[in-house]
């Protein structure tokens, strides 16, 4: 199990005097909330595994800069409900728990106050594949979106607009902002007609065409295409980017953009973060 872990410590004091010089370090209280990622490498895609790499490195620089404990693992029978207690946000990097028992765990997870945030491929079920829509609760109810139906390619940036200013996650932004590359999906289900689901962000058509794929129906033209959502059945965030621009052709594969590449995406997934925490904002 790899496992990335960052932890904002109290500073020692002694008799009234702080034992650390502002040069070597900066007093800080106990983390204001914990969050725990879930991922899985290497068996996975490559560019989910580049992203997943890079958000390991990120989150924690943000957890040191804004008070707040990061851990994350390939270790997913540490899905169950003593392991979950102890940890106020649990991220999907990618995937999702397949084993009767961790969906269960996750389920009442949520269903008793957890929070979540998920990332592109945590979000994918096709049926027949490795990844069937076989979890309705999570799918149908929880995500809200149903089966993949369909992705752009190659992964390229996109022009993303806000379409609710006023939420913790977004009031930050500008009405639209340009994303890193990323690979972009649509769903079986019409995420608009589901009364829990509030779209957040969606893709501006000053995108269009978003793609550059031979195949044409890789290559959008026009339409809507949600990006981001929560539920508000729940304290969740789905982000659909996360999937980073890799040289196939390289061996091994070359990475040639990180999801962290966008400033504005960037304060969006942390100030959704913060959200979900009960985080002060920055």
């Not at 990120?58 to 899905?79: L, R, V």
């Amino acid at each position: 199990m790899t496992t990335y872990k960052i932890i904002v410590r109290r500073v020692i004091a002694f008799g009234g005097a702080v034992l650390c010089s502002a040069s070597l370090c900066a007093q800080s209280p106990a983390p204001q909330f914990k969050a725990v990622a879930f991922y899985t490498t290497p068996a996975d895609e490559s560019a989910h595994v580049t992203f997943a790499h890079d958000a390991n490195r990120w989150f924690p620089q943000m957890g040191a800069k804004y008070n707040f404990s990061y851990e994350a693992t390939t270790n997913w029978d540490q899905m169950n409900t003593s392991f979950l207690s102890k940890y106020q946000v649990v991220l999907f990097l990618d995937s999702r728990p397949d084993n009767p028992d961790q969906r269960k765990a996750f389920e009442d997870y949520m269903d008793h106050g957890g929070a979540w945030m998920g990332f592109h491929f945590a979000g994918f079920a096709l049926t027949p594949s490795k990844f069937p829509q076989n979890w309705d609760w999570y799918h149908q109810k929880f995500l809200g979106s149903g089966e993949f139906l369909g992705n752009s390619w190659p992964p390229v940036t996109a022009v993303l607009r806000v379409e609710d200013a006023r939420h913790p996650a977004t009031r930050n932004l500008p009405a639209t902002f340009r994303s890193a590359p990323s690979e972009w999906y649509r769903w079986k289900n019409d995420l608009r007609s589901n009364p829990d689901i509030k779209v957040l962000l969606s893709i501006d058509p000053a995108s269009f065409p978003l793609g550059g794929s031979h195949k044409t129906n890789e290559t959008w033209l026009g339409g809507d295409y949600p990006v981001i959502w929560t539920n508000q059945k729940y304290k969740m965030i789905y982000m659909n980017f996360g999937h980073d621009d890799l040289d196939y052709k390289a061996n091994p594969h070359k990475q040639l953009s990180s999801t962290f590449d966008s400033e504005r995406q960037n304060q969006l997934i942390l100030d959704s973060l913060l959200w979900l925490g009960g985080g002060k904002e920055h």
